[in-house]
């Protein structure tokens, strides 16, 4: 054997590796930019974005720029009469102004035009909407999770196993189409249960498949130790492998929240939007998400910050969430 | 329940061949558990001691395509007869298993009631009573007294192997089945399980299986020697010996066992 030729070989073989070494750290880098530009940019905007305001109050009509000006001389409000009320007419973009409305030929300067209010609604929209979801998925979800774990030889379970894969892989703006023609042609009204049962649609199959997931993690000593107690195989599963397989769950229902909240498409269809608060499940509700949308396409610059603020929060509901994921996953791993 | 006399119970297997699909894992075993022995089932590893022990509580149907066909009885009753429900079995025959299985969610408490509740007991006196009498006679409850509510895992390998041992006490089986319970155990640990199989033996009925000959030697009083037969396309198990452990270890009538005793095979 010629060492010569090996050492050759060696020096090829470093230098590939250290080229790939090289390529995936690029790689790495390209994927990564992006998201921290993302991150780092609806940081910035969106957290200017933010007053107390901005949590408390729900949708209100943007005024122009000095309506509530302060006087630096008195330090009061400048009386609105006297300078016009200085709401905006949302379809035109227009200042009423009793003096000029209806004859106004002038450009309106759209960045003189100050937001008001917040997405109180919107928050309290996406909560209801999504824990809704939550709730009647958590129970579908499980038990097609346990279905698919513990009893996996039927061709039943090829078939719920396959309607998982094509839902979670389904266009959610589809999911949309579906629960607009099942919820809200027939109810004749669009409504935040609509939603809810639209985000039932993706948040099934992600509950499943992680609830399976974490199923067949349980040793199958854990399942034989509750049936040589003479327990039967339901109950097995319920009182011992499901319990041991908790937090899996949880996290699995914790995603499926994450998803759910950042979800578009299908409340578009089925949720309307609205812009005042409403507690009930049964009337069109706003959601942030249809907020941030709302707002990016406002003429007013002032409203695509607010746009901004919504992602902000949308983003850390979802980061939130993410976090609790991986402190539950953390307590799962030390057992 | 007097302490003195316990019930005596003896199994009877007749042509029981345990089957994997369609494949057939050990040969028709024959084979008799006398009540209050304790019966040592050995051999090298693959030829179906655990298949057959499984067979014996019914726990080996439970993986979805396994079947037996014979006959197993306990005491009279044909456990494989038709009508006879697999589950109520396993509380008459209970297992223990090589890993020492503590379920994870439950308090060391709550392991041993939870069988007690599926038979129906709700009484929380007479669980906690027998829950202390099973701790006691798995010679765990001095160890775990203070922490009956800490969870089963705070519990060291030997002491889990023991509640896995309480657990199934406290149910109170007839027959006890063993499948290699020290081999996930360290020596002292292991010790300490043979002093309790030998207390339970005045109690129970007990069948072991382990890969150890020392352990079947110092504590069996019966042994049975399986071995594989690789001649065919799949290997095939068999019970090649069946004989009280002292004519087993000291005059093998197989060749087969006695040249797996003197460790020429296995
Ligand atoms: N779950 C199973 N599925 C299919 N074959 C199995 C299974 N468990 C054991 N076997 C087969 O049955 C035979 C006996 O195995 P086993 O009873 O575990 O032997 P032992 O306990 O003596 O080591 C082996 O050939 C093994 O491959
Ligand atoms: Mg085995």
Known sequence: MNIQTN???????????????????????????????????????????????????????PVAVGSEA???????????????????????????DPSTAGSSEEQPDLSQVEARGGVLHGIVGTLMITIAALLISLPIGIMAGIFLAEYPDTPFNTFIRFCCDVLSGAPSIVIGVVGFTLLVQTTRTYSGVAGAIALTFLMVPTIARTTEEILKLVPNATREAAMAMG????????????????????????????????????????????????????????????????????????????????????????????????????????? | ????????????????????????????????????????????????????????????????????????????????????????????????????????????????????????????????????????????????????????LALSGGQQQRLSIARTIAIEPAVILFDEPCSALDPISTLKIEELLLQLRERYTLVIVTHNMQQAARISDRTAVFMVERGQEQPVGLLVEEGSTEQIFSKPRDRRTEEYISGKVG
């Open chain 2, 1 to 152: 329940m007097a302490a003195t006399a316990h019930p005596a119970h003896s199994m009877t297997v007749r042509g029981l061949k345990p089957f994997y699909a369609k494949r057939q894992a050990v040969q028709a075993v024959d084979l008799d558990v006398r009540a209050h022995e304790i019966l040592a089932l050995i051999g090298p590893s693959g030829c179906g001691k655990s298949t057959v022990l499984r067979c014996l509580n019914r726990m080996h149907e439970t993986i979805p395509y396994a079947h037996a066909e014979g006959s197993v009885k306990l005491d009279d009753l044909d456990i494989y007869q038709a009508g006879i429900d697999a589950t109520l079995v396993r509380r008459k025959i209970g297992m223990v298993f090589q890993m020492p299985i503590a379920l994870r969610t439950r308090s060391i408490y709550e392991n041993i009631a939870v069988g007690l509740r599926l038979g129906g007991m709700n009484d929380r006196l007479e669980l906690d009573r027998r829950v202390e009498q099973a701790l006691r006679s798995a010679n765990l409850w001095d160890e775990v007294k203070d922490k009956l509510q800490l969870s089963g």
């Open chain 1, 231 to 335: 327990a039967p195989m339901w109950y097995a599963t319920l009182t011992v492998v499901v319990p041991t397989a908790l937090s899996g769950i949880v996290t699995g229902a914790l995603l499926a929240f994450a998803r759910g909240a950042g979800e578009t498409a299908p409340l578009l269809l089925t949720i309307q939007g609205n812009s005042n608060l409403s507690f009930s499940l049964f009337e069109p509700l706003a959601a942030l998400p249809l907020l941030t949308y709302k707002y990016i396409e406002s003429p007013f610059p002032a409203e695509n910050q607010l746009a901004w603020g919504t992602a902000f929060v949308l983003m850390m509901l979802v980061l939130g969430v993410n976090l609790l994921v991986r402190i539950t996953t953390a307590r799962i791993k030390k057992g």
């Open chain 1, 70 to 96: 302060i006087d630096p001389a008195t330090g009061l409000p400048i009386d609105s009469t006297l300078s016009g009320s200085g709401a905006i007419d949302p379809a035109t973009g227009l200042p009423i």
């Open chain 1, 7 to 61: 050492m050759q070989n060696y020096a090829g073989r470093s230098l590939v590796d250290r080229a790939m070494r090289g390529l995936t750290v690029v790689a790495t880098a390209l994927a990564i930019i992006p998201l921290f530009l993302i991150i780092g940019y609806v940081l910035i905007v969106g957290g200017a974005a933010l007053n107390l305001d901005f949590f408390t109050q729900t949708y209100q009509p």
